[in-house]
């Protein structure tokens, strides 16, 4: 695997090994000992599946008082993935990183604690898989608005995209006054 730093530190893009031929592919997705040799040691408890349509926008999303960590991947369809940092005192608080994730570049986005995460489905839909390393509290919920100027997301989706109910009424990050 390859592990490529991104403009924040803590998030990764990781690059699988993809042996292929004409029967199809193998690859690992998680292999304890390389991602401890990278400095990702992560004790995954929980692992999440999502099916969405194109133009569904999911987050921007956290756990308040059980920050989670996730390693993201795209088992079907492509994503734009993105996460902002909400660490306090960090020096890129309020800054994104944002990725493309789909089945065939079969890239994978770490995550850690301290960050807000969401996606936008590009293709006719995209099934989406990830692990946690902190259970899913459903008390514990927060959000940021997808479009928040200040933080300024490019997201490449055009057009209005799908949110659910509850991420339409998101705060933008500064009256959301979150930091991890």
């Known amino acids: 695997m390859n592990f490529l730093k991104t403009k924040i ?15 199809g592919y193998f690859m690992e997705t998680y292999n304890e000992k ?17 099916k969405s349509k ?3 926008l999911r987050g921007l999303h ?8 996730k390693l993201v991947r795209v088992l079907e369809g492509e994503v734009f993935d993105v996460c902002v940092d909400l660490r306090k005192g960090s020096l890129t608080y309020g800054k994104w990183v944002g990725v493309v994730l789909s ?49 300024g997301i490019a997201w490449p989706y055009k057009g209005e995209p799908l949110l659910s109910e509850k991420d339409k009424k998101h705060p933008s990050l500064k009256d959301s006054k979150v930091e991890f």
């Open 62 to 69: 956290f756990q308040k008082t059980y920050p989670q960590a």
């Open 9 to 23: 530190d803590g998030v990764i893009i990781i690059e699988p090994k993809v042996f292929g031929d004409n029967r």
């Open 54 to 56: 194109a133009g569904v």
């Open 103 to 151: 089945e065939e570049n079969k890239k994978q986005f770490m995550i850690p604690r301290g960050f807000a995460h969401g996606f936008v489905v590009l293709s006719e839909s995209a099934t989406f898989a990830y692990k946690c390393d902190e259970f899913y509290h459903p008390e514990d919920e927060g959000g940021i608005m997808w479009n928040d100027s200040e933080i």
């Open 34 to 50: 390389e991602f401890k040799a990278n400095g990702l040691d992560y004790n995954f408890v929980q692992d999440n599946q999502s």
